[in-house]
């Protein structure tokens, strides 16, 4: 059983678990709260081309002030449990969400994304502050806690919903990615794979999968991969790890 069909088939059975234990409490399952920055309208499935991403949606109950000191970056590694679990640590960062970004349909669920149906890939947007961590920071631990030489693949996880990629927001941003890239290639660390594409409408991924290693450590497929991409950023970036209540 390859890792994908092992993390569909354990997600499938706790979804089942959560509606049993719903129905046995007398009330049926509470209807998803959307994370902020998700669509409201529209249904899954619904076929879409893609629109320009709202920077900054997340943050709309923040004052205009606090807006302004935080940037955005989305970034596609493979497992968005995994990715998502190396930022959290990263000091500067707010808050990191899961999601999908770069496909053709509308409100796409995980298992459409996993089945190909879609063109999305598993990404993280990333809010940080510009004043503790740069972009180029961010590229740098991206590059070094994934394979950005293989396509569309990263371990056993295998199809264009894992493909390495860059989503940048504006030109500058486009820019520093670039130059990254190049510069790994020209110190023999390449040929990188990783595509550059305009950052477009991200949506955020079911809510059992935010935080996902933080919820599910012992998890087989977080002790088995999540694990050694978050030992590889605090051994390789322990000056860049959060201090306590950072």
């Known amino acids: 059983m390859s890792v994908n069909t092992t993390r569909l088939s354990f997600i499938g059975l706790l979804s089942s678990v959560v509606l049993v234990v719903a129905v046995a409490a007398g009330h049926s399952a509470p209807a998803a709260n959307p994370v902020a920055g998700s669509p409201v309208a529209g249904n899954p499935g619904e076929e879409l081309v893609s629109e320009p991403n709202q920077v900054g949606s997340k943050n709309s109950d923040k004052s205009e002030p606090e807006a302004r000191k935080e940037a955005v970056a ?9 990715t998502e679990a190396v930022y959290e ?64 693949r990263q371990g056993a996880d295998e199809g264009p919903q894992y493909r390495s990629a860059v989503f940048f927001h504006n030109d500058q941003q486009k820019a520093e990615a670039k130059k990254y890239i190049a510069k790994l290639n020209a110190a023999g660390e390449g040929p990188i794979v990783t595509t550059l594409e305009t950052a477009s409408k991200f949506y955020p991924a079911e809510e059992y999968h935010q935080d996902y290693f933080a919820r599910n450590p012992n998890a087989g497929y977080c002790r088995a991969v999540v694990r050694n991409k978050v030992r590889k950023f605090n051994r390789e970036f322990g000056d860049k790890i959060k201090k306590k209540g950072e």
Not at 74 to 82: I, K, M, P, R
Request: glycine fraction near 10%.
């Open 89 to 152: 640590r990263m000091r500067g960062v707010n808050d990191v969400v899961s999601g999908y970004i770069g496909g053709h349909v509308k409100n796409p669920t995980y298992q459409q994304v996993c089945g190909k149906q879609t063109g999305h890939a598993e990404a993280v947007e990333i809010y940080y502050d510009p004043s503790k961590t740069t972009y180029e920071e961010l590229l740098e631990v991206f590059f070094k806690t994934h394979d950005p030489t293989t396509l569309n």
């Open 74 to 82: 989305t970034l596609a590694g493979g497992c968005f449990w995994c």
